[in-house]
Nanobody, 124 residues
């Protein structure tokens, strides 16, 4: 089993920054691709960003966050990060960390494990 725990969410003003962390309880963290998804109230879950397994040479970003968000991973710490800059009110939602052995980057159903989520609220 793989357990994922997100942290770093909170309340921030528009234009501010926030850094989310996702710690995985697994011995083979580097063998998993990692992704972040979010869900706003009354909306379906949407893709945010993905980083490939191993050294994370490939990344994918939703158009809505491109240029503002950055995903990274530290395999020595079993952690994936989501750096969010220039936050907007529409970024508000519950952010979920996901891990998969071979997921299709933008499709949540192809990931194998999910965290509990962390709330991000951006005030305008």
């Amino acid at each position: 089993q793989v357990q994922l725990v997100e942290s770093g969410g909170g309340l921030v003003q528009a234009g501010g920054s926030l850094r989310l962390s996702c710690v995985a309880s697994v011995r083979t963290f580097s063998s998993y691709a990692m992704g972040w998804f979010r869900q706003a109230p009354g909306e379906e879950r949407e893709f945010v960003v993905h980083i490939s397994k191993w050294n994370g040479v490939s990344t994918y970003y939703a158009d809505s966050v491109k240029g503002r968000f950055t995903i990274s991973r530290d395999n020595a710490k079993n952690t994936a990060y989501l750096q969010m800059n220039n936050l907007k009110a529409e970024d508000t939602g519950v952010y979920y960390c996901a891990a998969g052995g071979g997921p299709i980057p933008r499709i949540g159903a192809t990931y194998d494990y999910w965290g509990q989520g962390t709330q991000v609220t951006v005030s305008s």
